[in-house]
């Protein structure tokens, strides 16, 4: 299925009931947005961020207090694998770095509540450390649309997060049919079905940790890699069908992930988010497109990283759509910068196209990877930007 097909407006029934329920929602919980939209007048710059040092086992400090509203984090990793550092309420993801390589730091801005949070320490294995975050003395921020605006932008993008949940469970059983009954062809044809959904929905799906830890942790965060016992879902099934050519081993990881993608098709349904969290979301994901899967390291084992970025790409191109008729009235001069570089880099990715699909990721050499990279970033960019003109982000993030 083309991107085009899957970001196409939902059926009238199923989008009237989205912006009715959405509607009743957000106006009754009015207060809730305004809080969940609200950032510090004055943001963090880099020279006074917060050094978080990664060693092997623990965060150094283990305990961070900060004030309300945007910090920022130089996360350092002095670990000898590559790490990432995220910052958790409950299972939802807040912020995270990915890609950190041995040696080398990356800074990190997030804008938080007042609360108390987790904050991983390199590995998954690794126990979390805590981050306290205190009462602002100064809540106020900048004028951004009103609440009505965004009503219909989010109901539509709840529409599209439950649909994609539905594929994914529906294609997930296929995919676990495949398996249990031995067959390898039939279970690697079954494979990208189930995938590309959770990609296109990955920027709300990816902040539920516990379920990103079952349906797609990596091996490069896992202590024993390919052979730790976490090493599941997605990338369990997609090693052993590709990298070993072979389904043994692989039935209850399957029977799991099928059980996984029922209940994040359940979350998905059931996310109320506030505008900053679609606006964000696919920002982060951008980010993390740039820092990891584009990035110069080993590609996927199936080598089709292309066609997930492409599937990534399409909700995140969802949520520019959605975004824009509440940025012709509010900051249209932010809008030409996104639309144009988000064609350049649908123009770049389609020229690598062939009529077989996207070769595999191997086959790119590192120029054009880093080219991809660079465009990726700067469309984060670009969106964060206007993020920050609809009040949304402080930009930057």
Same mark, same amino acid.
């Given at each position: 299925?083309?991107?085009?097909?899957?970001?196409?407006?939902?059926? #009238?029934?199923?989008?009237?009931?989205?912006?009715?329920?959405?509607?009743?929602?957000?106006?009754?919980?009015?207060?809730?947005?305004?809080?969940?939209?609200?950032?510090?007048?004055?943001?963090?710059?880099?020279?006074?961020?917060?050094?978080?040092?990664?060693?092997?086992?623990?965060?150094?400090?283990?305990?961070?207090?900060?004030?309300?509203?945007?910090?920022?984090?130089?996360?350092?990793?002095?670990?000898? #694998?590559?790490?990432?550092?995220?910052?958790?309420?409950?299972?939802?993801?807040?912020?995270?770095?990915?890609?950190?390589?041995?040696?080398?730091?990356?800074?990190?801005?997030?804008?938080?509540?007042?609360?108390?949070?987790?904050?991983?320490?390199?590995?998954?294995?690794?126990?979390?450390?805590? /981050?306290?975050?205190?009462?602002?003395?100064?809540?106020?921020?900048?004028?951004?649309?009103?609440?009505?605006?965004?009503?219909?932008?989010?109901?539509?993008?709840?529409?599209?997060?439950?649909?994609?949940?539905?594929?994914?469970?529906?294609?997930?059983?296929?995919?676990?049919?495949?398996?249990?009954?031995?067959?390898?062809?039939?279970?690697?044809?079954?494979?990208?079905?189930?995938?590309?959904?959770?990609?296109?929905?990955?920027?709300?799906?990816?902040?539920?940790?516990?379920?990103?830890?079952?349906?797609?942790?990596?091996?490069?965060?896992?202590?024993?890699?390919?052979?730790?016992?976490?090493?599941?879902?997605?990338?369990?099934?997609?090693?052993?069908?590709?990298?070993?050519?072979?389904?043994?081993?692989?039935?209850?990881?399957?029977?799991?992930?099928?059980?996984?993608?029922?209940?994040?098709?359940?979350?998905?349904?059931?996310?109320?988010?506030?505008?900053?969290?679609?606006?964000?979301?696919?920002?982060?994901?951008?980010?993390?497109?740039?820092?990891?899967?584009?990035?110069?390291?080993?590609?996927?084992?199936?080598?089709?990283?292309?066609?997930?970025?492409?599937?990534?790409?399409?909700?995140?191109?969802?949520?520019?759509?959605?975004?824009?008729?509440?940025?012709?009235?509010?900051?249209?001069?932010?809008?030409?910068?996104?639309?144009?570089?988000?064609?350049?880099?649908?123009?770049?990715?389609?020229?690598?196209?062939?009529?077989?699909?996207?070769?595999?990721?191997?086959?790119?050499?590192?120029?054009?990877?880093?080219?991809?990279?660079?465009?990726?970033?700067?469309?984060?960019?670009?969106?964060?930007? /206007?993020?920050?003109?609809?009040?949304?982000?402080?930009?930057?993030?």
């Amino acid at each position: 299925m083309t991107a085009a097909s899957d970001t196409a407006a939902p059926p #009238r029934h199923l989008l009237r009931w989205g912006v009715a329920g959405a509607a009743l929602l957000m106006v009754a919980g009015g207060g809730l947005f305004t809080v969940a939209s609200m950032r510090a007048s004055a943001g963090a710059s880099a020279d006074d961020a917060i050094t978080v040092t990664l060693r092997d086992g623990a965060c150094e400090p283990n305990a961070i207090s900060v004030p309300a509203g945007r910090s920022t984090f130089r996360v350092v990793n002095r670990s000898d #694998r590559v790490v990432e550092w995220e910052i958790l309420d409950g299972v939802m993801v807040v912020e995270e770095r990915e890609n950190i390589a041995p040696g080398l730091s990356q800074t990190l801005s997030a804008r938080l509540r007042e609360g108390r949070y987790a904050i991983t320490c390199g590995l998954l294995s690794n126990p979390r450390g805590v /981050l306290t975050v205190t009462p602002a003395a100064d809540g106020a921020g900048p004028a951004k649309p009103e609440l009505t605006a965004f009503i219909g932008p989010l109901a539509e993008y709840q529409v599209f997060l439950a649909m994609q949940g539905a594929k994914m469970e529906s294609a997930a059983q296929d995919l676990d049919r495949a398996v249990q009954s031995g067959s390898l062809e039939e279970a690697r044809a079954r494979y990208a079905a189930a995938r590309l959904p959770y990609l296109r929905a990955e920027a709300v799906a990816a902040r539920f940790a516990d379920l990103r830890d079952a349906l797609d942790p990596s091996a490069a965060y896992l202590a024993g890699r390919e052979a730790d016992p976490a090493f599941v879902g997605f990338h369990r099934i997609e090693y052993g069908l590709f990298h070993d050519a072979s389904v043994e081993g692989l039935a209850p990881v399957s029977a799991k992930l099928a059980l996984d993608a029922a209940a994040l098709k359940n979350r998905l349904r059931a996310a109320r988010l506030a505008p900053d969290e679609m606006a964000q979301g696919a920002v982060r994901s951008l980010r993390a497109m740039a820092d990891t899967r584009l990035a110069d390291r080993a590609s996927s084992y199936n080598g089709d990283d292309l066609a997930e970025v492409e599937a990534e790409l399409s909700g995140i191109r969802k949520v520019a759509t959605l975004l824009r008729p509440v940025a012709e009235a509010s900051a249209p001069a932010a809008l030409p910068d996104v639309e144009s570089r988000m064609a350049r880099l649908d123009a770049d990715l389609a020229s690598l196209k062939r009529a077989a699909g996207y070769p595999s990721f191997e086959t790119v050499d590192a120029a054009r990877r880093a080219q991809l990279a660079g465009e990726v970033r700067a469309l984060a960019d670009a969106l964060d930007t /206007l993020n920050a003109k609809l009040g949304l982000s402080e930009g930057g993030a």
